[in-house]
């Protein structure tokens, strides 16, 4: 079934069990649906498997891997059912496959000894694992494998579980497959009044954030930008940004840099230039902005801090913020403006981690509450970039992005982003709904990039390679 857009957190997902439950749809009936579905998967997927060890904990998923052996058995497969306490290593000798039913969203941190070890041995025996809604030791809402189970393929139940794309999520549960195990939608049997704890990206967001263009549309009517950055040794980071402005259908572009950047932005003559030599020059930059981008290739010398201090001063009411890199940083020092209810803010990890003065890995720990805990702090439209990318704001339930590949790790890639950000935003879409499309058509243009390989990919490969994902829109 194909994956809907809508994920849970663990607390939701118990929830929504409860009212089926209360609305008479028995523990027993949703244990004999979720087994079958699971050996169907397995039959499915690995058709030519004649021994199978399922290992098995006390709870409801637990009871769904007995219910898969009881059906591998009752087709003729040679099964053992094992359980966390047994001697895995010695047990699994023989088997093709393992059915991972220890935990599901039942797991409670920090994990026992007996269950790392149990956790380690299903890793080690070198065989295929199909897990029954969860990875075991992965965590529901975090996506944080303490340790986890890694496997092949992941069949999970009733609503997809938020921490299946967060953190280690995408990296332990393999392919993914849902099964709603309801009869009816999910919103028929239980309400909608129980929303979900994000929603993933999908291209209806580029739909709805670049409408079609009027026939006699001019450039005038489809924003002006201005990137503000390109510290000593750094053009090629607002260059970068300017040309991903463009190739997302911006209608005028300047690049605000030090004097001596021209000759690298001159390059691209669709490109316009306006020299800062200090702070004295960003007003007659930003005059008439629709959209300022500041901080690709910023620095934090004292120009830096002239420059992200004047402009975030003269900016006109009219304009609209996009803030990056070292401006970023910047600001976590306590160089300008520490709160806006209207700017766009993009932070790696490592900058989110200096805007709350906290550590990087207490950011990646828990990447939903980082992003929470910068909309309250910071205001306006938080991006948490990285692996699968958070989009907030306080009004919005949160997205996240789960395109994207690891050949996306290299130097520009968020000048690319912030680019296009600032590029949809000066077409007219509020600011919410500019991130959301801006992150979509990146990570999809990174993917699109990587099929004929993760390795070697550019940033301009990228910039280039987003007018292709937006070549479907009127």
Not at 77 to 101: F, H, P
Not at 353 to 358: E, I, K, Q, S
């Amino acid at each position: 079934m194909k994956l809907p857009p809508q994920l849970y957190s663990a607390a939701q997902v118990r929830q929504l069990e409860g009212r089926l439950v209360a609305a008479g749809t028995s523990e027993s009936a949703l244990m004999q649906r979720a087994g079958a579905a699971a050996y169907a998967c397995l039959r499915a997927r690995w058709p030519a498997v004649k021994s199978i060890a399922v290992v098995c904990g006390g709870g409801n998923n637990g009871g769904d891997g007995h219910v898969v052996a009881c059906l591998a058995q009752q087709q003729g497969m040679a099964v053992r059912v094992l359980s966390a306490d047994s001697d895995l290593r010695t047990q699994l000798q023989g088997c093709e496959l393992i059915v991972d039913a220890l935990l599901g969203i039942g797991m409670r941190a920090p994990l026992s000894a007996g269950m790392v070890a149990t956790i380690e041995a299903i890793n080690s025996a070198g065989l295929p694992v199909l897990s029954i809604d969860l990875p075991s030791g992965l965590h529901p809402d975090t996506g944080r494998a303490s340790p986890a189970v890694r496997a092949a393929a992941t069949i999970t139940f009733i609503a997809l579980k938020q921490g299946l794309f967060i953190g280690d999520g995408q990296d332990y549960a393999g392919q993914l497959l849902f099964e709603p195990l309801l009869e009816r939608g999910l919103e028929a049997a239980v309400g909608n009044d129980i929303g979900p704890a994000l929603i993933r990206l999908t291209d209806a967001d580029l739909a709805r954030a670049l409408p079609p263009r009027p026939r006699q549309g001019h450039k005038g009517q489809f924003g002006k930008v201005v990137i503000v950055g390109g510290g000593i040794g750094m053009p090629g980071a607002v260059r970068l940004a300017a040309e991903a402005a463009l190739r997302v259908g911006a209608g005028l572009v300047t690049v605000a840099s030090r004097p001596e950047h021209l000759q690298v932005v001159g390059t691209r003559p669709e490109l316009m230039f306006h020299a800062i030599s200090d702070g004295s020059d960003v007003g007659s930059a930003i005059a008439g902005a629709d959209v300022v981008l500041i901080g690709p290739g910023l620095g934090r010398d004292d120009w830096a801090r002239q420059v992200l201090t004047t402009t975030l001063a003269q900016i006109t009411a009219r304009a609209r913020l996009v803030v990056d890199a070292d401006a970023l940083n910047l600001i976590a020092e306590g160089v300008s403006r520490q709160r806006d209810d209207h700017w766009i803010l993009t932070p790696h990890p490592a900058e989110a981690a200096r805007l709350l003065h906290v550590s990087t890995a207490d950011v990646q720990v828990d990447r939903m509450l980082a992003l929470q805990t910068l909309c309250q702090q910071r205001g306006g439209t938080m991006v948490l970039k990285g692996a699968n990318t958070l989009v907030g704001c306080a009004t919005e339930t949160p997205r996240i992005c789960d395109r994207g590949n690891p050949g996306m790790s290299v130097p520009g890639m968020g000048d690319v982003l912030g680019g296009a950000i600032a590029g949809i935003l000066a077409q007219g879409c509020d600011p919410f709904l500019a991130a959301l499309a801006a992150v979509f058509a990146h990570a999809t243009a990174g993917d699109n990039c990587a099929r004929s390989g993760i390795r070697g990919i550019a940033a301009t490969d990228v910039a280039l390679e987003m007018r292709t994902v937006l070549a479907d829109l009127p």
